[in-house]
């Protein structure tokens, strides 16, 4: 069962709000499975599938997990629009296929793996971007920010920011970025244009300016920011 509820949400990226996965699509899904011959007749290969999941089940189910304790006083928030806090900027290449192995860390369209693709050579005229940028995929809207310096594919958007900012102010936009990235998918992408419009929340202070204080007591008490933290320490 979780053989086949992976299989199934990696193809999700064909859905989204605006091309929903209704009974009907789903009656004609096909999945790619192990098999194997009992009696003379073709079965599903548990077996093998059991391999892949060498684990319990109970070991798969979420953990408890603490509620954050963040001392701050109430927050206040503001809308505000994406090109306000960045200019956006589209890769610069668009076929990996064309590039050749290097030492490059290399940005695409995937959802996974922090949109990276794999280390290339840099194309030529393509500019090799610092780390700390936000990178947003054009097909599913993921919005990751890049933990080493990189190139990038013309079917993803560079967030330059307008200001300098905090490391966690970068990882609570993206946080809120991919809040609202159900909106698109393969067949409805997130090209520049639309991604202009996107607005999001973050916290102010008194004065009505982005409140980076209390961004990073938020963020800074997640389970993952001292592993963010660390890698930023050994690699600057």
Known sequence: MLF??????????????????????????????????????????????????????????????NKLSISIP???????????LFNLERGDFH??????????????RVSENNGVVGYFKKPENASIYDKGHITISTVGGDAFVQLD???????????????????TTLFFIVFMLNYQKWRYSYGRQCYKAKLEKVKIYLPID?????????????????????NIEKWFEEHS
């Not at 003379?40 to 684990?55: A, C, N, S, V, Y």
């Not at 109430?74 to 306000?84: G, P, R």
């Open 4 to 65: 086949i509820a992976a299989l199934l949400n990696s193809n999700r990226w064909k859905y989204s709000y605006g091309r929903k996965c209704f009974r009907e699509k789903l009656q004609n899904f096909e999945l790619l499975v192990p098999i194997t011959e009992v009696h003379g007749e073709t079965q599903l290969d548990e077996e093998t599938i059991l391999r892949l999941f060498p684990k319990e089940y109970i070991k798969y189910l979420p953990q408890k997990i």
């Open 74 to 84: 109430e927050i206040q928030w503001h809308e505000f629009s994406i090109l306000e």
């Open 95 to 108: 076929s990996i296929a064309k590039l050749d192995s290097g030492d490059i860390l290399t940005v695409s």
């Open 149 to 167: 310096d990189f190139i990038v594919t013309d079917n993803v958007i560079i967030c330059l920011p307008k200001n300098k900012y905090r490391l």
């Open 206 to 226: 008194k004065n009505g300016y982005l409140d980076e204080n209390c961004i990073e007591t938020i963020v800074k008490q997640t389970s993952y920011w001292p």
